[in-house]
Nanobody, 120 residues
Framework: VQLQASGGGLVQAGGSLRLSCTGS????????MGWFRQAPGKEREFVAA???????SIADSVKDRFTVSKDGAKNGVYLQMNSLKPEDTAIYYC???????????????WGQGTQVTVSS
């Protein structure tokens, strides 16, 4: 599955951003999708995921502020990030796997990252 992430940028604390991950083909439409992030000097961490049928999983650290959704018609998966904090600054990656369990732990496909910077 080929993935393309976009939507990152510079935002002030308290602001919002919406990241998009697009793909193509049957494999993308049938995949579970996930979002990860990697801050400078830190390991990549799970952020959110959505199964093919719409079940979601959100990391506790962002559960009250981030939501994940998808638009089947546009072959897109989105990460809505609200009330952003400086500690949300990271490169955000989208990923895919066959199941939500797999995509939260060992994705089989990765998109390129998109930088999110939150200023204080």
């Amino acid at each position: 599955v080929q993935l393309q992430a976009s939507g990152g940028g510079l935002v002030q604390a308290g602001g919002s951003l919406r990241l998009s991950c697009t793909g193509s083909g049957r494999a993308f439409r049938n995949a579970a999708m996930g979002w990860f992030r990697q801050a400078p000097g830190k390991e990549r961490e799970f952020v959110a995921a959505m199964s093919r049928l719409g079940r979601t999983s959100i990391a506790d650290s962002v559960k009250d502020r981030f939501t994940v959704s998808k638009d089947g018609a546009k072959n897109g998966v989105y990460l809505q990030m609200n009330s952003l904090k400086p500690e949300d600054t990271a490169i955000y990656y989208c990923a895919a796997a066959q199941t939500i369990a797999e995509v939260t732990t060992t994705p089989s496909s990765w998109g390129q990252g998109t930088q999110v910077t939150v200023s204080s």
